[in-house]
């Protein structure tokens, strides 16, 4: 069973910066895109950011700009880099795998924005 590990999250003024990493326990086979999801509490979970496996990448209107989607093929390692926080991206950061066996989620990493 592959797990994936979410770190980086953390309490950060307006204005500053975190890099959000996912690293899979294992390589995982044939995925079709990666992912970072976004729940804030009393809202619906969103899509913040996207890699398919080709490497084109897609943003939420809200976040682009300022977040960057990257990964690390050689150590199984998915990245977020978040500058110009803004206290709105306060909110439970969730890494997903989608493969075309399975959907992988990580655990949740906690990014909160003070004003």
């Known amino acids: 069973q592959v797990q994936l590990v979410e770190s980086g999250g953390g309490l950060v003024q307006a204005g500053g910066s975190l890099r959000l990493s996912c690293a899979a326990s294992?390589?995982?086979?044939?995925?079709?895109?990666m992912g970072w999801y976004r729940q804030a509490p009393g809202k619906q979970r969103e899509l913040v950011a996207s890699?398919?496996?080709?490497?084109?990448?897609n943003y939420v209107d809200s976040v682009k700009g300022r977040f960057t989607i990257s990964r690390d093929n050689a150590k199984n390692t998915l990245y977020l880099q978040m500058n110009t926080l803004k206290p709105e991206d306060t909110a439970v950061y969730y890494c997903?795998?989608?493969?075309?066996?399975?959907?992988?989620w990580g655990q949740g990493t906690q990014v909160t924005v003070s004003s």
């Open positions: 997903n795998v989608r493969s075309i066996r399975h959907d992988y």
């Open positions: 890699i398919t496996s080709g490497g084109n990448t």
């Open positions: 294992r390589t995982i086979a044939s995925i079709i895109t």
